[in-house]
């Protein structure tokens, strides 16, 4: 039956109440269960953003130029942290988004009306040259743009084949693509390679540290070897990474930066065809909630470098005793992650059978389809919830069948 509104207000005890019967069921991440979505650095900084999210609930960061003055500061703020994080130029600039999809999305639109304006051809089209693992934002850039995607396969370690992304590239190609690091797989694609085919080929190079970005300069600082990624390679023009996932911030809060004012100036729309006169946004959508800026700046300042520092170093020892354990398990890695996504692999069990057997054992499994295997993207949470999910995937491989050749791991949406 469709639900209705109720004829009179509920008492908060009540809704509160529907509330959680509503989501007992769920997941338990706070357990450490579910391999993705939710991430927690230290509890101080957490607590701050969550309260720096609610002392900003009512405010629009679209207003922020007219009316919200010290929210338009805050991400100011937020965005020039970035800029020196990602070691960018001086003549760089950055914008905050919702989320990856948004930053992903709004790079392929800056670097399309900015081939546009180059060349003057405001109908101009094109590709995009990307490696197989690269998140489906882009793919739904190209979708919103008309644009065409072409996906090559990756190389044997699992990184992006340059080689054959070379080859791909074309008279019509716009833009081409690295992650740092890819989530199917955990790696990071040869950036510096890449950098020097875009220069090359003078083409647009997007580095997706939707995931890495937040965390992998700081893995560096805590000593472990982390290729450069950022605007210290030649060649990148842009990079997104999202500040909800290991800069810890609550969601929605992402980042998206440009090279130069120029190509960032490519990326904001604005319309002046209408009553009410020129409106302009930097993002697709409009209204966005006041408090996610405020958590992400007070989450940045809560954390500071040494928080990240010593927070990206814990969960890189969490990284390498699950990688340890897997291993350990009989399982096999795809590629060498370089942070804290693992995917691996039986070289003679059915990973859709082991998968399903831990859903069957109370855990959210994280799957690849190509090859067949299971993922996990790990932070502090999952800490506590090691010895437990190796003790149940050691259980799920006992009962799983021998692997049947040519049978791929169940479709999942994420």
């Known amino acids: 039956m469709r639900s209705k509104l109720p004829s009179a207000s509920l008492p908060r005890e009540d809704i509160f109440a529907r509330m959680r019967a509503l989501s007992g069921s769920d997941a338990d991440w706070r357990g450490g269960r579910v391999p993705l979505y939710v991430f927690r650095g230290n509890e101080q900084a957490a607590a701050i ?21 010290g929210l338009k500061r805050m991400e100011d703020e937020v965005i020039e942290i970035g800029l020196s994080i990602f070691h960018a130029p001086p003549s760089a600039a950055g914008h905050f988004t919702t989320g990856g999809s948004e930053s992903i999305i709004s790079a392929v639109k800056a670097c399309r009306d900015f081939a546009r304006a180059r060349t003057g051809d405001r109908e101009r089209r094109g590709n995009l040259v990307l490696p197989y693992s690269a998140h489906p934002a882009f793919t739904k850039a190209a979708l919103l743009m008309d644009l065409e995607t072409r996906r090559v396969p990756v190389a044997a370690d699992y990184r992006a084949d340059v080689r054959a992304m070379g080859a791909a590239i074309d008279a019509h190609t716009l833009m081409v693509v690295g992650s740092a690091p890819c989530f199917p797989y955990g790696v990071i694609d040869p950036i510096a390679e890449l950098g020097r085919l875009a220069l090359e080929r003078n083409v647009w190079l997007h580095v997706d540290a939707c995931v890495g970005g937040y965390f992998a300069p700081f893995a560096a600082l805590a000593g472990y070897d982390i290729p450069d990624f950022d605007f210290s390679v030649p060649g990148v023009t842009s990079l997104s990474a999202d500040l909800h996932k290991f800069g810890f911030c609550p969601k929605p809060a ?31 959508v409009g209204t966005r909630p006041g408090g996610a800026v405020a958590g992400a700046w007070a989450t940045l300042h809560a954390m500071g470098e040494n928080g990240f520092v010593e927070t990206a170093g814990q969960i890189m020892a969490v990284a390498k005793a699950y990688r340890q354990d897997i291993e350990s398990a009989g399982f096999t890695m795809l590629g060498d992650p370089q942070l804290s996504i693992l995917a691996f692999t039986s070289a003679d069990r059915d990973m859709n059978a082991i998968s399903d057997g831990m859903a069957s054992r109370g855990w959210v499994p994280g799957v690849v389809r190509k090859p067949p295997g299971m993922h996990l993207m790990l932070s502090l949470l999952h800490a506590p919830a090691r010895h437990d999910y190796i003790r149940d995937l050691r259980s799920a491989s006992e009962d799983a069948p021998l692997q049947s050749h040519g049978r791929s791991a169940a479709d999942r949406s994420y």
Not at 49 to 69: C, I, Q, S, V, Y
Request: glycine share 8%; hydrophobic share 40%.
């Open 254 to 284: 992402s980042t998206i930066f440009y090279r130069s004012t120029e190509h960032a100036a490519c990326q904001p729309f604005e319309v002046d065809e209408w009553p009410a006169g020129r409106f302009v946004t930097a993002t697709l």
């Open 49 to 69: 953003g969550r309260d720096a999210f609610m002392e900003f609930f009512n405010e629009n960061a679209l207003g922020g130029k007219r009316a919200f003055h």
